[in-house]
């Protein structure tokens, strides 16, 4: 983050979007799945179960990505 910052710095919304951001793509992953799983037991299906497991730590991910970029 601070090398691709020093190229190209994030604005103050780029940068606060960062934990947000960072699960965009495993949120539409786990959106892709939820059609598989309408009518049944959501709470079996792999793909959910490992979205939830994962979101907290990409989060945080992103939070730790915004002390590297600063406006």
Known sequence: MRGY???RPLTGQEQQALPIATCFNDAV????????VIGRNWRANRTLHRFGARYPSLARIGQVAQQYCTV
Do not use: K
């Open 5 to 7: 910052c020093s190229v």
């Open 29 to 36: 992953w786990a959106a892709q799945a939820i059609p598989q």
